[in-house]
């Protein structure tokens, strides 16, 4: 599938942060930078930019904040090899504190939405294009919103500047039908802008999901190293470029950074394919039950797990 | 997704055996047994029909063999309350060791074959079909078959009396858009037939597949528990369930035996989404190198293993 609108952002360091804080070591990072560039990766997603009025730097890493100091480490003394991104949460980034792109390492912030923040994520978008960066919207949780609210949303969405918009499967519960609806309506109702698609594996189906969004004419696409992310986790980035057999990509840098740098975190947290994941991948919810379940002591219950989150679904 | 003709069949002992030399004491068998019972799952496939000319029970367990006695201790002496598929492979079973259905505990015999064996497969299903039995062929590995010669094997297949043919995509190499086309050409070519489909997990498409067949309109559908089977593994049954939304069916049986038997082993076998298995599937080759990497004690060497694969690749 080669296209030559189709852009790759790779979210290992950001959204396999979830997992641990953001409490990658500086090599880990720079090898994952490297590893991106060689393989001809568009974009690598450092982490969060967040103000550090909003969250500690005792409880968490450096990549939940972003700073240029941090962001210079990586990239060394060469030239910048691949752009970076940075998600931004409404609320937790004061105007303030975002640089000028002139000023910084970043070339792209993507602001993170659910639907009723809509107009507050475009005024921090266009806050961010002001400042020169490219910026994307990502409107999260799709899969809870009813049709008159994403309808309303993408309407204000199809008014802004923002040129970018993310279809996002927060709790990994598309199937690749839903994929196809909701990528036409998208489409659709955002005529002249670029659409992307960030998917969870809950149901093993990132990976599938993404190329049907693909065939859509979807051209942004989130995936990470060897899945890693929030709970199930990502699209992976090595079956994606594998699939996109575009010259330009590379897949062996993938491989290699997986083998030294990622394989080690897969003895320290459980992202992938678990029971409990599915679980809420299947019921559509946040995963947050099954991370904490993930990380108690009886996480192979997964019995006890089950009827729990059905016996609460069942009550609602 | 509730289509009556809809059959699900469970391969974990048949297929995950494939990892263990059929070694699954019969405690396990049982409760997979029972669990697909109170699941509502239509045929579970209990091992291959194999005759011990052919193999010695010293280093295969029961379920390479399916003995008569062995299938009725785990029925017990209830009513049977599942379907009993067996797998034979051409040359591996002598005609005289088939029993007569009357005479069996089996309801299905799946012939399995590759595109040059097929008039033995079909001369082997008839022999079977006129014992009594249910039968179904399954044309292995068609990812790597030319298109004159897997008309002319459909062609011979149209002709013959199986009712049931397979597409099986032995090594997981498929994308949906293959699993479209290939749907699509064993419906027009083999009218009047049921069709099937067997996949394998390498690249994390193993349940996307299937979903894809059951919408080409494909109504026997392969998976196992938790996924297991050779190499990458199946598409996972309690995947399949939640899908299939049906109200005979049920997924909690199949967590808990996935809790209770299937997390066992998965401190003894390798089965799933490793590195290796998604090489072999990218590659569209058997997965024999990649189950022998990850026997090895340098399973983690994943490069190395790129390496060898894609060099031999590269001087075919």
Same mark, same amino acid.
């Given at each position: 599938?080669?296209?030559?609108?189709?852009?790759?952002?790779?979210? =290992?360091?950001?959204?396999?942060?979830?997992?641990?804080?953001?409490?990658?070591?500086?090599?880990?990072?720079?090898?994952?930078?490297?590893?991106?560039?060689?393989?001809?990766?568009?974009?690598?997603?450092?982490?969060?930019?967040?103000?550090?009025?909003?969250?500690?730097?005792?409880? *968490?890493?450096?990549?939940? *904040?972003?700073?240029?100091?941090?962001?210079?480490?990586?990239? @060394?003394?060469?030239?910048? &090899?691949?752009?970076?991104?940075?998600?931004?949460?409404?609320?937790?980034?004061?105007?303030?504190?975002?640089?000028?792109?002139?000023?910084?390492?970043?070339?792209?912030?993507?602001?993170?939405?659910?639907?009723?923040?809509?107009?507050?994520?475009?005024?921090?978008?266009?806050?961010?294009?002001?400042? $020169?960066?490219?910026?994307? +919207?990502?409107?999260?949780?799709?899969?809870?919103? $009813?049709?008159?609210?994403?309808?309303?949303?993408?309407?204000?969405?199809?008014?802004?500047?923002?040129? +970018?918009?993310?279809?996002?499967?927060?709790?990994?519960?598309?199937?690749?039908?839903?994929? #196809?609806?909701?990528?036409?309506?998208?489409?659709?109702?955002?005529?002249?802008?670029?659409? @992307? +698609?960030?998917?969870?594996?809950?149901?093993?189906?990132?990976?599938?999901?993404?190329? =049907?969004? +693909?065939?859509?004419?979807?051209?942004?696409?989130?995936?990470?190293?060897?899945?890693? $992310?929030?709970?199930?986790?990502?699209?992976?980035?090595?079956?994606?470029?594998?699939?996109? &057999?575009?010259?330009?990509?590379?897949?062996?840098?993938?491989?290699?950074?997986?083998?030294?740098?990622?394989? !080690?975190?897969?003895?320290?947290?459980?992202?992938?394919?678990?029971? !409990?994941?599915?679980? =809420?991948?299947?019921?559509?919810?946040?995963?947050?039950?099954?991370?904490?379940?993930?990380?108690? #002591?009886?996480?192979?219950?997964?019995?006890?797990?089950?009827?729990?989150?059905?016996?609460?679904?069942?009550?609602?």
């Amino acid at each position: 599938m080669f296209r030559p609108e189709i852009k790759v952002i790779d979210c =290992t360091v950001r959204d396999g942060g979830l997992m641990n804080k953001w409490m990658f070591d500086e090599e880990f990072v720079r090898k994952v930078y490297l590893a991106n560039a060689a393989a001809g990766i568009d974009y690598m997603e450092i982490g969060y930019l967040s103000s550090e009025s909003a969250f500690s730097r005792q409880e *968490f890493g450096p990549w939940k *904040f972003c700073a240029e100091s941090d962001l210079k480490r990586i990239i @060394g003394d060469e030239e910048k &090899k691949v752009k970076l991104s940075v998600m931004a949460d409404i609320g937790r980034i004061d105007y303030a504190d975002i640089p000028h792109r002139s000023e910084s390492s970043i070339d792209m912030v993507r602001v993170a939405c659910y639907v009723h923040q809509v107009d507050s994520a475009i005024a921090l978008a266009h806050h961010c294009m002001d400042k $020169g960066f490219e910026t994307t +919207i990502n409107l999260m949780a799709v899969s809870t919103v $009813g049709m008159r609210d994403l309808n309303e949303a993408l309407e204000d969405l199809a008014k802004s500047r923002v040129p +970018i918009i993310y279809l996002v499967d927060s709790y990994g519960a598309f199937y690749s039908e839903d994929i #196809d609806t909701l990528a036409a309506k998208y489409m659709e109702r955002l005529p002249g802008k670029t659409i @992307g +698609i960030h998917t969870h594996n809950n149901q093993q189906l990132a990976f599938a999901n993404t190329i =049907t969004a +693909i065939i859509n004419g979807i051209n942004y696409l989130d995936a990470s190293l060897y899945g890693i $992310g929030r709970g199930a986790g990502n699209c992976p980035l090595e079956l994606l470029l594998s699939f996109l &057999k575009n010259p330009k990509f590379n897949v062996r840098p993938l491989i290699q950074v997986i083998e030294e740098q990622v394989f !080690p975190w897969r003895e320290k947290i459980d992202w992938g394919y678990f029971i !409990p994941y599915m679980v =809420t991948g299947v019921l559509n919810e946040h995963p947050r039950s099954a991370m904490a379940h993930m990380e108690s #002591d009886r996480k192979n219950s997964v019995v006890e797990y089950y009827d729990k989150l059905n016996g609460e679904q069942a009550h609602v």
